[in-house]
């Protein structure tokens, strides 16, 4: 069901718009104190910069055995031709592949970790469940970039994502250097919406998963965003984890490196933030893509 007044609307206009965030960054709940939580001054700067990074979360054994598992999935996805699989634009490397929680067990143990998880139910106060999951590869001299853009302006329009309830868990499964294209954040984006230009086609999913047409933020809102909080890059070693908001605005550039870059992304979204309809009449993204199988929550190992 479609909320009539909705406060974050996009890509119902010919003109962006800068919207103030409506909503907390961390949610009150019972999960504020746990095993593996955030400190105090974890939270506080999480809440400022829309992102907060664990270095060396996982030991390097359990990350090369991760890494191993999403090379193995993409080639394996790649071959039998599955919709997951998304191929880089113009070329026929896999650039992504979604629903790994579905397609492996290892990565679907790993979304029960109280190391992320525990994490995830703090900020968003609640049980979570899994709206989407993916393994993004950017293979030396031939991994393309990925623009600007806040997840949740996409979530709410073509999924029906209704606040901004989410959180993305970025495991680096390879060193991320400024060689490397690493994921690139604007501090402090995260409490402004950025409202979009254009009206989304059916089924965008099949060419956005490749190359994101709709939903880019405009130079000028970009422009205000980078002069009120800068740039930051999310370099690490394999093994640490970055949390950052759904409303941060990210992307990366190319790898023209000879090292090739691999990422996991686990986004934990709010079982009280269940998807609705996609805005402006569009069919619902596949399964593979936007969760609507919710249940109780994710039951941590």
Aim: charged share 25%.
């Amino acid at each position: 069901m479609v909320l009539v007044s909705d406060i974050y609307q996009s890509r119902s206009d010919n003109e962006a718009a800068i919207i103030l965030r409506q909503d907390p960054v961390v949610y009150p709940g019972p999960y504020a104190k746990g095993e593996f939580t955030l400190s105090e001054h974890q939270l506080r700067s999480y809440r400022k910069n829309g992102f907060i990074q664990l270095r060396g979360l996982l030991p390097e054994s359990e990350t090369a055995e991760l890494l191993r598992e999403a090379r193995e999935l993409a080639a394996a996805s790649g071959r039998r031709g599955l919709p997951e699989a998304v191929l880089e634009p113009g070329g026929e490397e896999v650039r992504s592949v979604f629903r790994v929680h579905g397609l492996s067990t290892v990565f679907d143990r790993l979304t029960r970790d109280g190391r992320l998880l525990d994490v995830a139910r703090q900020i968003l106060g609640s049980e979570v469940y899994i709206h989407q999951s993916r393994v993004n590869l950017k293979p030396g001299f031939a991994g393309k970039e990925f623009y600007w853009h806040s997840d949740f302006e996409t979530w709410h329009i073509e999924d029906g994502m209704p606040r901004m309830r989410a959180v993305s868990c970025v495991v680096l499964l390879t060193e991320n250097n400024e060689f490397n294209g690493p994921l690139m954040l604007v501090p402090g984006s995260h409490m402004h919406y950025i409202s979009c230009i254009g009206q989304t086609p059916q089924d965008h999913y099949k060419q956005s998963l490749r190359k994101q047409e709709y939903g880019v933020p405009d130079e000028t809102s970009l422009r205000f965003l980078v002069q009120r909080g800068g740039l930051q890059s999310a370099k690490g070693p394999a093994g640490s984890v970055l949390f950052f908001d759904c409303n941060t605005m990210h992307g990366s550039n190319s790898n023209i490196s000879p090292f090739p870059r691999a990422n996991l992304f686990l986004v934990y979204n709010s079982v009280d933030n269940r998807l609705d309809d996609p805005r402006g009449g569009l069919r619902p993204r596949p399964e593979f893509v936007a969760s609507r199988a919710v249940d109780s929550g994710l039951q941590r190992l």
